[in-house]
């Protein structure tokens, strides 16, 4: 394990307000990990959440990057950041703690747009998964045969929980599987305009068909658990952290990949175009690419940090949870989504506002 941030460099933090203006999803600042880290540095943590990339990319457009000093969007949303000036260059000499990143979890941002023209714009924060979450006392799902295709079950009529744009892509998967769309059509959708019109168009239209089969749209963490908490959802595709946090309170669900791939995502930690207080978001990125701090980030959260050892810093109850949702091969179906480009986000888009209306 990497020793604790030398007082020394902690210290710098000081040259500045002593605050950080953090910009993060609604899960992502568990009082545990804001107490930890005020108590290591001194500095104080201000968070303004968000639920959705969307939300985070038009409110860091509409500011141009300021009013934040750091954001955590989604790797596969960084090009995006970057084409309308959202985000800062990264200095890796600031990060003495940077090799703590697995390796792997670098190239892949790397290749997703985190980096580009040689500079880094965003680095790997944490990852996580959508997958099929269900209510235990009602659903019975075994690993190696459940499927994408299961929320869509007669029997879930009316108690089925998932969002727009998740729904197609995951709705796409399942057809190929079934032979309903070509193999790898989801997959070129992120770069054929072609076959993103075959593969998300066919699948818009069977969740249009079948619309009944939904109780409602989950947006973030709070829609997820009160979509089975409060609404009755039996089954539906959510992120695996909202799952996570319900069962760690003894509450009756569980968290699965499907034989299709668990949808895998990469968050992000990356500085704002506008940053005001460099020396403060330096720290805390470096600070949190200690082991100890990816156990506090996967245990409050329930996502899966990429600092390596974070595993020999987490609860039985997080050990517990990745075992059950990912057994057998599943780490290795796991589907990395691709970048998402101007086009491909504009084209989404219609086809949501053309479910959602429908």
């Known amino acids: 394990m990497v020793g604790a941030i030398a007082p020394a460099f902690v210290r710098q933090a000081f040259s500045s307000s002593g605050e950080l203006n953090w910009f993060t999803w609604e899960d992502y600042a568990p009082q545990p990990l804001i107490d ?3 108590k290591d540095t001194d ?43 959202n985000l800062g260059v990264l200095d890796p000499n600031k990060l003495p703690h940077l090799p703590n990143i697995f390796p792997s979890f670098m190239k892949t941002s790397a290749e997703l747009g985190a980096q ?38 007669p029997e879930y009529k009316g108690k089925m929980l998932c969002r727009q ?35 998300y ?33 039996l089954i539906g595709e959510t992120w ?17 990949a499907p034989v299709e791939g668990a949808l895998t995502w990469f968050d992000s930690i990356a500085l704002t175009a506008g940053a005001a207080n460099l020396d403060q978001a330096y720290t805390f990125i470096n600070w949190s690419l200690q082991p100890e701090i990816g156990g506090i980030v996967s245990d409050n959260t329930g996502y899966n940090s990429v600092v390596q050892g974070f595993d020999q810093h987490v609860a039985a109850s997080f050990k517990k949870n990745f075992a059950d949702a990912y057994p057998g091969d599943a ?5 990395v989504q691709g970048t998402e480009r101007p086009w491909f986000l504009a084209k989404r888009q219609a086809l949501v506002d053309k479910i959602s209306a429908a």
């Open 36 to 38: 930890r880290f005020t």
């Open 43 to 85: 500095i104080k943590m201000n968070v303004t959440t968000y639920s959705s990339n969307e939300d985070c990319l038009n409110k860091l457009k509409a500011s141009g990057g300021k009013g934040w000093d750091m954001a955590s969007p989604s790797i596969a949303w960084i090009a995006a950041h970057v084409d309308n000036g």
């Open 116 to 153: 580009r023209d040689g500079k880094w714009y965003a680095l790997p924060y944490d990852w996580g998964t959508e997958a099929l979450a269900y209510n235990t006392d009602h659903v019975k799902l075994v690993y190696g045969t459940a499927s994408f295709g299961d929320i869509w079950k």
């Open 165 to 199: 744009r998740s729904s197609m892509l995951t709705t796409g998967l399942w057809m190929e599987r079934e032979g309903k769309l070509p193999a790898g059509t989801m997959r070129k959708a992120y770069d054929d305009e072609a076959a993103f019109d075959l593969g």
């Open 201 to 233: 168009g066919t699948a818009a239209k069977y969740v249009i068909d079948n619309k009944t089969q939904i109780v409602n749209w989950w947006k973030g963490t709070a829609d997820t658990q009160s979509g089975f908490e409060q609404d009755g959802a």
């Open 240 to 256: 695996d952290g909202p799952i996570f946090q319900l069962k760690n309170q003894g509450r009756p669900y569980n968290y699965l």
């Open 331 to 335: 780490i290795d179906k796991l589907w």
